[in-house]
């Protein structure tokens, strides 16, 4: 059974800085590119970045480039959010997705970032 | 950006009935386009990817057509676990969203 477990989410101030991790299993992690997607309260999804199978090329929407890195390491089968400079904005769930030519087959249950003072 | 549009944004139904859920992308993305339901609290589940295709495990009341710029989700007769929040994005730019659908009981 495919399993996508996030962590590391939380209440951080503006400016600040989170990682979030997710730990996948049930599956050959390091075969697949994955993505974050986020979900602000009450809101639609944002695809956020994505990553392919090696970990050697990234992408992300143009809004967060700059502040959000994501990496994955194969050998933990756990893929990860650096966000820094925060934005009461940046506020959401989110989400790690298993990546299907570019569509979310598996997502985690997501976690909750809130930015504010 | 590629824009997606939903229409309408609430779709007001009794179980059983037919649901017709619109996407329209503000260039062409080909059949570069999924559908997904959300229901409150739980994550997006895939329900059809490359405009017409059901994912793994999807009923064969959702089905999916459209190509180029106009996409169609139908739920050919609703029943009650169905009424959630559906969103189209596409794969052909970037990955871009729709706003999304709420289908809700009447």
């Known amino acids: 059974e495919v399993q996508l477990v996030e962590s590391g989410g939380g209440l951080v101030q503006p400016g600040g800085s989170l990682r979030l991790s997710c730990e996948a299993s049930?599956?050959?992690?390091?075969?697949?590119?994955m993505s974050w997607v986020r979900q602000a309260p009450g809101e639609g999804l944002e695809w956020v970045a994505c990553i392919n199978p090696a970990g050697s090329t990234t992408n992300s929407v143009d809004s967060m480039k700059g502040r959000f890195t994501i990496s994955r390491d194969n050998a933990k089968n756990s893929l990860y959010l650096q966000m820094s400079g925060l934005r009461v904005e940046d506020t959401a769930v989110y989400y790690c997705?298993?990546?299907?030519?570019?569509?979310?087959?598996?997502w985690g249950q997501g976690a909750l970032v809130t930015v504010s003072s | 950006e590629i824009v997606l549009t939903q229409s309408p944004a609430t779709l007001s139904l009794s179980p059983g009935e037919r649901a017709t859920l619109s996407c329209r992308a503000s260039q062409s993305v080909s059949n570069y386009l999924a559908w997904y339901q959300q229901k409150p609290g739980q994550a997006p589940r895939l329900l059809i990817y490359d405009a017409s295709n059901r994912a793994t495990g999807i009923p064969a009341r959702f089905s999916g057509s459209g190509s180029g710029t106009d996409f169609t989700l139908t739920i050919s007769s609703l029943e009650p676990e169905d009424f959630a929040v559906y969103y189209c994005q596409q794969r052909s730019n970037w990955r871009t969203f729709g706003q999304g659908t709420k289908v809700e009981f009447k």
């Open positions: 049930g599956f050959s992690f390091s075969g697949y590119w």
């Open positions: 997705v298993r990546e299907f030519w570019a569509f979310g087959d598996y």
